[in-house]
């Protein structure tokens, strides 16, 4: 019993300690979910926009700043309707929000480039 304690005396604050450097640096496990990758890759390559997705822009008025900031940041790669592993540029679903999704975006992921094909609005 006598070892449970001085276990326990040490580990808590130990754990307390490492939370609270870990949180000041900013780490966190956020970024290493298939999520998380697929929508960080996405940012980070050039936008092409096809001419449907173009129009269902204008007419839901819908500006750039908005789709990348907030609808494919937040948003959530549905992978049961994606085709992730298809050749040579993967396909994906994105719905936005996570919870009650309003609008749904389909897009090619390629090596340069992320070619933005369709936009619905859901509700």
């Given at each position: 019993?006598?070892?449970l304690k001085f276990y326990l005396i040490g580990l808590i604050p130990g754990l307390i300690i490492v939370f609270f450097i870990l949180n000041k640096k900013g780490?966190?496990?956020?970024?290493?979910?298939?999520?998380?990758?697929v929508i960080a890759e996405t940012l980070s390559k050039d936008f092409?926009?096809?001419?449907?997705?173009?129009?269902?822009?204008?007419?839901?008025?819908?500006?750039?700043?908005?789709l990348k900031d907030s609808i494919i940041t937040k948003?959530?790669?549905?992978?049961d309707r994606s085709h992730a592993q298809k050749k040579p540029c993967p396909e994906y679903i994105l719905i936005y929000p996570e919870t009650h999704p309003t609008y749904e975006i389909g897009y090619?992921?390629?090596?340069?480039t992320v070619t933005l094909n369709s936009l619905k609005k859901l509700k």
């Open positions: 019993m006598k070892k780490a966190s496990c956020s970024g290493y979910l298939p999520n998380s990758r092409k926009y096809s001419e449907t997705f173009s129009n269902e822009m204008k007419t839901l008025k819908i500006d750039e700043k908005f948003g959530r790669v549905d992978f090619e992921k390629c090596e340069e």
